[in-house]
Each structure stands twice: as C-alpha cells, then as structure tokens.
C-alpha cells in the first residue's frame, strides 16, 4: 500500500524513486512509461507495447486520454485527491499477478519522479522506467538550444522549489534555460521576473512554447523584461500562457 507523505517535511516519493538504480533485467516489473507531449506520433514503440500488453495502466486522467485507443486493458485514471487511492488499487490488480504499467507525460526522467516514485513504494515488483520523447526535448530543438550548454529545471512539481530557482538564478546569462513552469505559481513570467531579479539582462531572448507538437502549438518569442510583465498572481487568469508550456531563455 502507498504511504503517506508530505512534500514538504518528507520524504518526497521524487528522492525515493532515484535512490538506487534499477534492479537489473526484473521479473514482471511494473513499466513507467513516458507517453511523449501526447502526440501519438511522439510515442515510442516500446513505450506503446508496454501500455498495450498490460492488464492494467494507471495515470492522471489528462495523461491516459492520450494514450486511450492504444490501452488494450483495464484504465484507472486520478487527480491529485485520489492518487493515494487509486494507486492502491492498481497495486492490489499487480499483487494478485496482473501485469500493470504507469503512465506518465513526456519522459519520466523529466519531473516525473515523484509519480514514480508513489508508484514504487505502492507495488511490490520492481518499476522499470521506459523513457519516451519530453516536450522539453522538442523545445530545445525548437529553440536551438543543445543540452550540453542548458541549465534544465522543472518546477512543474510539488513542494519547494527553491534550490531549483537558485539554480536558474546563478546561470542566467551564462547558459540556455529550459525551463518546465508549475501552474499557476510559478508560470513564464514570474521565472522571467526572478531572473531579472538576480540580475540577468533584461534584453536576454525568451521563447514560451505551448501545447507542443499539437495542432493548437504556439510560440510566443521576447525578451525576458517583457515576459516579466506576466508576473504575479497564481490562478489562469494571471497569465496569458498555457499551463502545457516550456520556457526556453536563450544566453546573448
């Protein structure tokens, strides 16, 4: 069964997940599956097979939909108040020997380790993460900006996420930013705001991708002092950008 937890005094289920590497080649493990930016086309085809072979899947309800015609098995789907519930109950379908996978947005090694994480500690096999294609990997390629000279932080995740603002905060300038923001606390603007807080230049060019590989895509391209006037304010109304966006801030 799932344990409770509090982001906020611990343990968070993200440390529990990355505390030791994978069991190596696992009898009927549970699959973690990142499912892409819900694009079927950005699915991979063994991400596909891992939701398709299993009895059970299990993920937040958004994130099941876009995958929906590939799920051959039985779907349990949550939010945020029964996730503790839900989760129990896939466990208790893979305890009784069903074969059963997770569903996660993007790649799971991209701020989904505490989902993870929760699922870990609710099943008794071991958790096989199958990495699938993030949206942030799509808006580095979108901004052209390589890997190897970006400083990636995702805020999209609950509890403090202050050491990754610090983060942010100290490469400004010196290297890209790819940045994952939380709805609605910490959205493009108010990132663009502490930026220029800690001194980064005003003129620095920021690129606010939303909805990516969709039909609905779009890009906003400008500077980091005119996205900082999107600040503040932490319901949708407060920000004109999507809660599926990417901030991406390009050095001079």
Not at 72 to 98: H, I, K, N, P, Q
Request: proline share 8%.
């Amino acid at each position: 069964m799932s344990d409770d937890y509090d982001l906020d005094a611990g343990p968070d289920p993200a440390a529990f997940a990355a505390a030791s590497p994978e069991v190596e080649s696992p009898a009927d493990p549970v699959a973690a599956v990142g499912i892409g930016p819900g694009n079927p086309d950005y699915l991979t085809p063994r991400g596909e097979r891992a939701i398709r072979e299993a009895d059970v899947v299990v993920g937040f309800e958004t994130v099941v939909g876009f995958v929906d015609e590939v799920i051959e098995g039985d779907a349990l789907t949550c939010g945020y108040r029964d996730e503790s519930e839900t989760l129990d109950r896939f466990a208790e379908r893979v305890a009784d020997g069903e074969s059963g996978t997770a569903l996660l947005m993007g790649d799971p090694n991209h701020s989904g380790y505490q989902f993870v994480g929760k699922v870990q500690r609710a099943v008794d096999r071991p958790v096989a993460i199958v990495p699938g294609i993030s949206s942030l990997q799509v808006a580095a390629s979108r901004a052209r900006t390589p890997m190897e000279a970006t400083t990636f932080v995702t805020l999209h995740k609950s509890g403090d996420v202050t050491p990754d603002l610090d983060r942010l905060r100290d490469d400004a300038g010196r290297r890209h930013l790819l940045v994952l923001p939380r709805p609605y606390d910490w959205m493009p603007g108010d990132i663009a705001a502490e930026l220029l807080d800690a001194g980064a230049n005003p003129s620095l060019e920021a690129l606010v991708f939303e909805h990516l590989t969709h039909d609905e895509e779009a890009r906003t391209t400008t500077t980091l002092d005119e996205l900082a006037s999107h600040a503040g304010g932490s319901e949708p109304s407060s920000t004109p950008f999507s809660d599926l966006s990417v901030l991406a801030v390009r050095t001079a």
